[in-house]
């Protein structure tokens, strides 16, 4: 009898017999700029090659704003309502090519946490964050998991700039 409650303990309970849950961990940023011109999205430009990000608001890309894309891989582990992603957009007060050298303070552009959704085939789950005035600064994205997830962090820049 106990043999029996081992064995159906170790079925519903992995965990319980030492095997280790399994791992969330974000994969990979993707971004999109959203060229108000056409209402269309770029192709991703984080992806190798990158374009060239200076003047990007007036540009060929004429672009105000980001798609920023977090891929996240759950593989077979249950979705659960707790289990969320933080992006975190920072955009340096930089800005290397302006006439005025004053530094301005670095700006919190986006603090955001969604919920993580079910997963394709692959167990692969994206979730997307919008980002308002980019373009001529640089931003630095850190994502991090929340609500028991044991994937860490992962931090990416977009190297916007504008030459004024």
């Known amino acids: 009898m106990r043999l029996l409650v081992l064995v159906l303990v170790g079925l519903w309970c992995p965990s319980a017999l030492g095997q280790e849950p399994p791992k969330v961990t974000i994969e990979s940023f993707q971004a999109f700029l959203f060229n108000v011109k056409s209402g269309a999205l770029s192709s991703d430009i984080l992806k190798d090659p990158r374009p060239a990000l200076g003047n990007v608001p007036v540009g060929i890309y004429a ?3 980001t798609l920023i894309v977090v891929k996240v891989h759950i593989g077979d582990a249950p979705t659960s309502r707790s289990l969320r992603v933080r992006l975190v957009a920072i955009e340096s007060g930089r800005s290397p090519y302006a006439a005025t050298k004053t530094a301005e303070r670095d700006r919190v552009i986006l603090d955001r946490s969604a919920k993580i959704g079910p ?23 850190r994502a991090t998991l929340s609500g028991g997830a044991s994937g860490g962090s992962k931090t990416e820049v977009i190297p916007f700039t504008c030459y004024e």
């Open 63 to 65: 672009s105000n704003a």
């Open 119 to 141: 997963a394709n085939e692959l167990g692969v789950t994206h979730i997307g964050f919008w980002l308002h005035d980019t373009g001529c600064r640089e931003i630095r994205l």
